[in-house]
Structure formats: structure tokens, C-alpha cells
């Protein structure tokens, strides 16, 4: 396989480090901006609704553009939105820059996967597909922890000049390593809407939206909930965000293989179930156990979170694909818009939560959006059951 789609992966790695590590740097951009946590949390819906809206926009925008030119130049603004980020003098600055992070990272994950796809041959796809999507699995596993490590002894500033090195790092060598002339293809934004209305289609999108929006409700202020509710140290906070990277690893690689054996749809709706139960529980124990044991208890929560959490994204990409086989880019990226809608609608709802409550309610609210999702799915098995005719 063609080895400049591992350096395709090392973008992936570096925008999706940043689109990780954010909900770790809350509590102190909030702090030195002076304003809530609650508020700090805009900027992680500002970033997934750009990439939602913006990033088929974009795609459209720029189909029939070379690939490599569309590669350099998102990577080009990305790297700038990051500097603007840790020079940024206000909130409202800094919010400016995630927004060009989101749209420049979104365009570029988009741009990268048909890059990788013409890179090789046909009984190749599959592969280079998983090896550009791989870079955004370690970006959970040690991109994100590393860059709360790098937060812990340099500041929420120095994060993102580090982020905007290994940017800058990842254009380089792509600038020496990507050929010209790899043309896309121009999908038109009315083309994307008549897939969405497919039978079928809008429930998928709608769970996945569901399923973010709980688990961002969480994600989002896992630090609030870590330090006040779990009593745990600032610098904890790496450490919880590698175990939950160690357990999407592991469930992101299940996932794949348990649908492809017992079904998508069964281990979509387990998926559903146990990421319930697991956000009930990020509630009941910092509610109900002593800091000193409820503290550790949620870092060892962190990992089977991520795997139940994980599971979820293979599995529901393979049923939305055998909805829609002849329409599989298409679909897959109104799954991805639908995954950002659900980020972005989950940091509102964990916002929420803390604004008239304290970070040990998220869990319990937030449990209640994969239930909607569950309940969806069992919903869609049940009308898709075959109606017994009447005797004769």
C-alpha cells in the first residue's frame, strides 16, 4: 500500500488531537478569559456545527479542485487558526479560531479519504480508508492526553502552539510527498440532500446525533466533573483521557468485528444500552461514594466507557452503507455532519446541566439521549419485521 497515505494519517492525527483535547483546557481558558465553564463550552459547539454545515459546503465548494492544492491549504488554515488560538487576546478571538479549525479540519478529513482511495488500488480502498480514519483513534488514545500533559506544564496556550507545529510538520511533508493532478469529483449539495431522504437514512442520522449528544454532554466538561465532583488533581486529567483512548481504541477495532459477526444493528443498539448505563453510573458514583474513592473510580470508568462508546461508530457507518451502497461517500458524510450536529448539541445540553446544577448531574441527563437512540433503532427492527398474512 502507498506510503504517503500514513503521512495523510498524521494530519488526521493533528486535527483530531485538537478536536480531542479541548474539553480538557476548559476549566483554564474559562479562568483566564473570566467567564463560566458553561460559556467555555461554546467553543466546542461552535467547532461542531462549522464542521457539520460548513464541511459539505466546503467539499462541494471545492470538488473539482486538485487534492493536494485542497490538502495544503486546509492544513495552511488550520495551522493558522491554532496560532490565532494561543495569541488570541479575547474569547471572542478565540472562538473565531475554532471555527477556522473546524472548517479547515473538516474539509481536509473529507479531501484526505479520496486522496488516500486514489492513491490505491481498487482491492486497497478499505485499507487506506482505515489508515487515514486510524490517525484520528490515536488522536483519542495519545494525541489528546498529551496535549492535556503539555496544557498541564504550559498553559492551554501552549497546546495549541504545539498542535500548530505538528500541523505544520504534517503539511510539509505532504507538500514534498503528494502528487499533483489528483482531481475529485463535484457532488452537488441537492445530490446529498436526495441521499439523506433515502427510506431509512434520516433514523440513522438521527441516532447518531442522539448518541453524541450524550456522550458530548459528558465529554465536554469531563474536567468540571473529574476536579469538583471526583476531587481528582488538574493533573489527573491526562491520565483519564489516555484510559478513555485505550478503551476506544479497543472498542473502535470490536466494534468493526462484532457487527460484522452478530450484526450492526444488534451491536448498534448494545452500543446504545451500555453507554446509557455507563453515563448513569458517571453520575451515581461521584454522587454517592466518598471523593477518595469515587475520584479513582471514575478514571477506571474512563475505559470501558470508551469501548462501549467506540463500538458505536463502525457499526452504525456499516448499516447507513447498506442503505445506501451506491451512495456510500455520500451518506458517510451526512453521518459525519450528524456526529458533529450531535457534539456540538451536547456540549449546549452539558452547559445546561451546569448552569442549574452541579457536573455530578451529567451523567443522568445525558443518559437520556442514547435511550431516544435505542429506542429508534428497536422502533426501525419493529416496523422492518415481516407481517404475518392472514389465513385463508
Given at each position: 500500500m502507498d506510503k504517503r497515505i500514513y503521512w495523510l494519517a498524521l494530519g488526521s492525527f493533528a486535527i483530531s488531537t485538537e478536536g480531542f483535547?479541548?474539553?480538557?483546557?476548559?476549566?483554564?481558558?474559562?479562568?483566564?478569559?473570566?467567564?463560566s465553564i458553561p460559556l467555555a463550552g461554546t467553543l466546542i459547539t461552535a467547532f461542531a456545527l462549522a464542521y457539520a454545515f460548513g464541511t459539505p459546503i466546503l467539499a462541494t465548494l471545492t470538488g473539482e479542485w486538485d487534492r493536494r492544492r485542497v490538502i495544503l491549504w486546509t492544513l495552511v488554515f488550520?495551522?493558522?487558526?491554532n496560532l490565532v488560538a494561543a495569541l488570541s487576546s479575547s474569547f471572542e478571538l478565540l472562538l473565531i479560531a475554532r471555527i477556522i479549525m473546524a472548517l479547515s479540519s473538516g474539509l481536509f478529513a473529507s479531501t484526505a479519504q479520496g486522496t488516500a482511495v486514489a492513491l490505491v488500488d481498487d482491492h486497497h480502498r478499505a485499507r487506506a480508508i482505515a489508515v487515514v480514519v486510524g490517525g484520528t483513534t490515536v488522536a483519542v488514545a495519545l494525541g489528546a492526553p498529551l496535549g492535556a500533559l503539555v496544557a498541564a506544564?504550559?498553559?492551554?496556550?501552549?497546546?495549541?502552539?504545539?498542535?500548530?507545529?505538528?500541523?505544520?510538520?504534517?503539511?510539509?511533508?505532504?507538500?514534498?510527498?503528494?502528487?499533483?493532478?489528483?482531481?475529485?469529483?463535484?457532488?452537488?449539495?441537492?445530490?446529498?440532500?436526495?441521499?439523506?431522504?433515502r427510506p431509512g437514512v434520516m433514523p440513522i442520522l438521527f441516532t447518531t446525533a442522539l448518541a453524541l449528544i450524550g456522550a458530548f454532554a459528558v465529554f465536554s466538561f469531563i474536567a468540571p466533573l473529574a476536579?469538583?465532583?471526583?476531587?481528582?488533581?488538574?493533573l489527573a486529567l491526562p491520565g483519564m483521557l489516555l484510559a478513555f483512548g485505550v478503551g476506544a481504541v479497543i472498542g473502535n477495532i470490536a466494534?468493526?468485528?462484532?457487527?460484522?459477526?452478530?450484526?450492526?444493528?444488534?451491536?448498534?443498539?448494545?452500543?446504545?444500552?451500555?453507554?446509557?448505563?455507563?453515563?448513569?453510573?458517571?453520575?451515581?458514583?461521584?454522587?454517592?461514594?466518598?471523593?477518595?474513592?469515587?475520584?479513582?473510580?471514575?478514571m477506571a470508568m474512563m475505559v470501558p466507557w470508551g469501548m462501549v462508546g467506540w463500538a458505536f461508530p463502525p457499526a452504525q457507518a456499516s448499516r447507513i452503507?447498506?442503505?445506501?451502497?451506491?451512495?456510500?461517500p455520500i451518506v458517510l458524510s451526512l453521518n459525519a455532519s450528524a456526529l458533529y450536529l450531535g457534539?456540538?448539541?451536547?456540549?449546549?445540553?452539558?452547559?445546561?446541566v451546569l448552569r442549574y446544577g452541579v457536573p455530578a448531574d451529567l451523567g443522568l441527563i445525558a443518559a437520556i439521549f442514547p435511550l431516544i437512540g435505542l429506542g429508534v433503532v428497536l422502533a426501525g427492527r419493529w416496523a422492518a419485521r415481516p407481517v404475518a398474512m392472514p389465513a385463508e
Open positions: 483535547v479541548i474539553s480538557s483546557l476548559l476549566p483554564d481558558i474559562a479562568g483566564d478569559a473570566g467567564i488550520f495551522v493558522i487558526g506544564f504550559a498553559g492551554w496556550r501552549g497546546t495549541f502552539f504545539a498542535i500548530a507545529g505538528l500541523g505544520a510538520l504534517a503539511g510539509a511533508i505532504l507538500w514534498y510527498r503528494l502528487p499533483r493532478g489528483i482531481i475529485g469529483t463535484k457532488l452537488p449539495l441537492r445530490r446529498r440532500l436526495a441521499a439523506a431522504l476536579i469538583q465532583s471526583g476531587g481528582l488533581s488538574p466494534g468493526g468485528q462484532v457487527a460484522d459477526r452478530f450484526g450492526a444493528t444488534r451491536t448498534v443498539g448494545w452500543s446504545l444500552a451500555l453507554s446509557a448505563a455507563m453515563l448513569v453510573l458517571l453520575s451515581v458514583v461521584p454522587t454517592f461514594l466518598p471523593q477518595h474513592i469515587a475520584g479513582p473510580a471514575l452503507i447498506k442503505l445506501a451502497p451506491d451512495a456510500a457534539v456540538a448539541l451536547g456540549a449546549v445540553v452539558g452547559g445546561a
